[in-house]
């Protein structure tokens, strides 16, 4: 049960970052026109890239090889059907990670 | 040549896609139905008894007396049957039951089918079940097809299989911005939403459609690809099963036991088997081959490791000792690799969250079907537009008709067969393929009715009906027997409830969607009744001068 949730996190922030590495998706969720600039998109997509690879080896190390990789795909389609409707319907949910970027 | 060949792949994407989508689309909704075949098994079996594990902590004496019960009571019915199978309570199906091959006899007017009863734990009685085809029933049907021969089902699904396959790597192919757009969904924008909506439904759940696409057609390629048996082994039925015999053989373990020969009964197989697998649960023994030369007991764990299911263990008596024959998996790798895809695209293995994750796949590989249909017709009213042909556009009219009949309209059918098995009486004759013709005839029933509306009004009638439909079989439930939500609950019957509760879902979604049609169209006729007005003042001003 745990491990679903760990791993359901991982992904849900690893795919946020990766689709915010797009200025597209970037300026839906600030409600502003912007390019982002090339070290943040850089940024986003090493971290997302790797929480997914962490993703990956934590549900391996859980659930073995085979049904490691049933358990990622399975819970990256969820996500990722999640966050394309969160960006289509209520983008300013996701409004925390560039004010977070700010404060940084 | 690159964009020439992009232009044949979407031709070919197109057309392939169109060629089967209906069957695709009955394929896809009624196989993710059954990766819930026990659950719906359950609920249209309302007379089972759940049992819940944590009411009897002292789980072999309590164990002991089923076995009593249902060795009493299978002597009694299936005295002459040559296998019997006693099922205790496992993760999926919580409860207990005997089920055993029934002879056919020509006097008693019985034929060759199996039997089973639930046993209700508490008074130790047997239950009748009623006759029901049940989850399996529904299940099967996406790949048998069923009111046609087996041979010619399974054909057709494997063609299907094949034009599906094709259609995920054309589409793969043409799909320019595969990463740029992977979450691009874009509601507001007419042909472009649609597209949009259909590239979301495949490729977040591209690796499923893929694996679920290629595993099944593994899974029929005896019989696709009967020749390469015909080639090595010979045409028919006796050859073919030699080459079953080699491919799937298996690696097997024997070992003698100091049981007893003549103490060898169910009572000491139970206690042998949960003695020497501790962690294991049993779900079933088996007597089979009974009063044969061949008699022995099967048993079967309620357990899996990584994908496999703990494998089984087989008691018999060789040279007048009791031995053990434990299987290690298949032999060949050939086989092995065979049984790889075959359990994924069963997802037997599958805890509660993982079979929501492949049913919720399934039904977005439907929705990608069905939003490929709706491409289809966009595209072609929007040129019939353009040509003012408005012969060609009848057709599309009538295709769009049947689209709608389709979508919607299975659904409606899997609900009328769920309704189905409430209403009809218990008593009927063939009560089970009656389950079926009720399938079909409210799928009928769909198409004639959308064939007499218009479309525009076929897809908010029929998503209503499918609202009503899901809404009223909870209702149903609770009229025709003594389950409500309520107390299923209350009594830990989660299958029960959660079946109700999903049905409760469903109704919403589809009311959602009448809900959002509705809107659009306000939408719409605010723009038309706009632009008219705008048309008007327009015209009126020119007017003026003049």
């Known amino acids: 049960m745990s491990s679903i949730i760990l791993q359901i996190i991982l992904l849900l922030l690893g795919f946020t970052l990766l689709s915010l590495s797009m200025s597209r998706h970037f300026s839906q969720v600030t409600n502003k026109r912007q390019r982002l600039a090339k070290s943040t998109v850089w940024l986003f997509r090493m971290l997302g890239y790797g929480l997914i690879i962490v993703s990956v080896l934590v549900a391996i190390n859980a659930w073995g090889v085979v049904l490691g990789l049933v358990y990622c795909f399975g819970t990256a389609m969820l996500v990722t059907l999640l966050l394309s409707l969160i960006l289509a319907y209520r983008p300013r949910w996701l409004s925390v990670i560039p004010k977070m970027m700010k404060l940084m | 040549m690159r964009p020439r060949f992009r232009q044949s792949m979407n031709w070919l994407h197109t057309w392939a896609g169109f060629a089967v989508a209906w069957l695709l689309y009955f394929i896809f909704v009624t196989g993710s139905a059954g990766y819930f075949e026990n659950e719906i098994d359950r609920w249209m079996k309302p007379e089972i008894t759940v049992v819940n594990s944590n009411d009897n902590p002292d789980g072999n004496t309590n164990a002991y007396q089923v076995l009593e019960i249902a060795e009493q009571q299978l002597n009694q019915l299936a005295s002459d049957s040559p296998q019997w199978y006693i099922r205790f309570p496992a993760t999926r199906e919580p409860f207990m039951g005997i089920s055993w091959l029934q002879l056919a006899d020509s006097e008693s007017k019985k034929t060759k089918q199996w039997r089973q009863k639930s046993i209700n734990p508490e008074n130790g009685s047997a239950v009748a079940i009623r006759e029901t085809g049940g989850g399996h029933t529904l299940y099967r049907m996406h790949y048998n097809l069923h009111y046609i021969p087996k041979i010619f089902g399974y054909i057709l699904t494997s063609l299907a299989g094949m034009f599906m396959l094709i259609g995920l790597v054309t589409g793969v192919v043409i799909h320019k911005k595969i990463f740029f757009e992977f979450f691009t969904f874009r509601p507001q924008k007419g042909m472009r939403a649609w597209l949009d909506i259909h590239n979301v439904l495949s490729v977040l759940p591209l690796p499923f459609h893929l694996m679920i696409t290629y595993s099944g057609l593994i899974l029929?390629?005896?019989?696709?690809?009967s020749n390469v048996i015909d080639v090595t082994y010979g045409e028919g039925k006796a050859n073919h099963l030699k080459f079953y015999k080699v491919a799937h053989s298996e690696i097997k373990e024997n070992k003698a036991i100091t049981l007893l020969p003549e103490d060898l009964s169910l009572k000491t197989v139970f206690d042998d088997a949960s003695t020497r697998?501790?962690?294991?649960?049993?779900?079933?023994i088996g007597l089979i081959d009974r009063g044969s030369k061949n008699e022995h007991y099967d048993i079967f764990f309620d357990h899996f490791t990584g994908i496999a299911l703990a494998s089984s263990v087989e008691y018999r008596i060789k040279d007048h000792q009791v031995e053990i024959e434990i299987s290690r998996g298949k032999a060949g790798s050939a086989a092995r690799v065979y049984e790889l895809f075959e359990r994924l695209h069963e997802g037997l293995f599958a805890d509660i969250y993982l079979?929501?994750?492949?049913?919720?796949?399934?039904?977005?590989?439907?929705?990608?079907?069905?939003?490929?249909?709706?491409?289809?017709?966009?595209?072609?009213?929007k040129n019939a537009c353009k040509d003012n042909k408005s012969s060609r556009f009848n057709i599309i009219t009538l295709i769009e008709k049947i689209n709608v009949a389709v979508i919607i309209g299975l659904p409606i059918a899997i609900a009328g067969y769920f309704f189905s098995n409430r209403l009809l009486p218990i008593t009927m004759v063939n009560r089970a393929d009656w389950e079926i013709h009720c399938f079909f005839i409210s799928w009928l029933a769909c198409l004639c009715f959308c064939l007499f509306r218009q479309s525009e009004n076929a897809w908010k009638n029929m998503l209503t009906i499918a609202a009503t439909s899901y809404a009223l079989l909870p209702v149903v439930n609770l009229i025709t027997t003594d389950h409500d939500i309520i107390s299923s609950i209350q009594k830990d019957d989660w299958i029960m409830a959660g079946f109700d509760l999903s049905m409760l879902l469903f109704s919403a979604i589809f009311t959602v969607a009448v809900l959002l049609i509705n809107k659009n169209r306000q939408h719409k006729k605010s723009i038309n009744s706009h632009l008219v007005a705008e048309k008007k003042s327009a015209i009126t001003s020119e007017e003026r001068p003049s």
């Open chain 2, 355 to 381: 079979r929501w994750l492949y049913f919720i796949s399934g039904l977005l590989g439907a929705g990608m079907i069905a939003t490929g249909m709706m491409l289809w017709i966009l595209k072609r009213q």
């Open chain 2, 220 to 225: 029929l390629m005896t019989v696709t690809m």
């Open chain 2, 277 to 284: 697998y501790k962690n294991q649960k049993i779900s079933f």
